[in-house]
T-cell receptor, first 112, second 114 residues
Framework: GESVGLHLPTLSVQEGDNSIINCAYS??????FIWYKQESGKGPQFIIDIRSNMDKRQGQRVTVLLNKTVKHLSLQIAATQPGDSAVYFCAENIGSNYKLTFGKGTLLTVNP | DAGVIQSPRHEVTEMGQEVTLRCKPISGHNSLFWYRQTMMRGLELLIYFNNNVPIDDSGMPEDRFSAKMPNASFSTLKIQPSEPRDSAVYFC????????????FGPGTRLLVL
């Protein structure tokens, strides 16, 4: 989900479990979505993207699901590892517009 | 590819001083973005260049901020004079073309204005 102000939503999982991070996007006209991972002290790193003509896309250990009906995006991480600990952002884009609108982020903590 | 390169990585300065942040986009990318990240406001787009031309600077906070892109491989973001409320992490990102292309971010410059 999204947050307001200083508090990020947090998700704490055990190493080896599957993680699901959710994002409610704002604009029903958005047709391109990206998930970024940001580790402490680093810039956002591209993970996976999906266009609105798809409802699922898989990468290495990650799957993105898109539900346009309820404007919901999720990122599933299989067999979560300590190195997956980071803040995860979803971003949305409309048409050929260059602007990405970022969510507030979710902090994922993986416990060994 | 080295990715987006930013310098300096950290900058500490006193209020009133000029600050210049630098960015080298990924070679071949023709879109460049400057963002600011704070805990309160998250990631904010400051300015966007396409083919070295500023297209949208509506996110630039005020006249104290200026950005240039003299060529395809270099951009600067300048703050003059700096204020404590400018303290943030500033990211540069680049993408291959305008539109629905992934933006690749640099490591950021962490700015502290005392």
């Amino acid at each position: 989900g999204e947050s307001v102000g200083l508090h990020l939503p947090t998700l704490s999982v055990q190493e080896g479990d599957n993680s699901i991070i959710n994002c409610a996007y704002s604009n029903s006209a958005s047709d391109y979505f990206i998930w970024y991972k940001q580790e402490s002290g680093k810039g956002p790193q591209f993970i996976i993207d999906i266009r609105s003509n798809m409802d699922k896309r898989q990468g290495q250990r990650v799957t993105v699901l898109l539900n346009k009906t309820v404007k919901h995006l999720s990122l599933q991480i299989a067999a979560t590892q300590p190195g997956d600990s980071a803040v995860y952002f979803c971003a949305e884009n409309i048409g050929s517009n260059y602007k990405l609108t970022f969510g507030k982020g979710t902090l994922l903590t993986v416990n060994p | 590819d080295a990715g987006v390169i930013q310098s300096p990585r950290h900058e500490v300065t006193e209020m009133g001083q000029e600050v210049t942040l630098r960015c080298k986009p990924i070679s071949g990318h023709n879109s460049l973005f400057w963002y600011r990240q704070t805990m309160m406001r998250g990631l904010e787009l400051l300015i966007y260049f396409n083919n070295n031309v500023p297209i949208d600077d509506s996110g630039m906070p005020e006249d104290r901020f200026s950005a240039k892109m003299p060529n395809a491989s270099f951009s600067t973001l300048k703050i003059q004079p700096s204020e404590p409320r400018d303290s943030a992490v500033y990211f540069c990102a680049s993408s291959l073309v305008q539109g629905q292309e992934t933006q690749y971010f640099g490591p950021g410059t962490r700015l502290l204005v005392l």
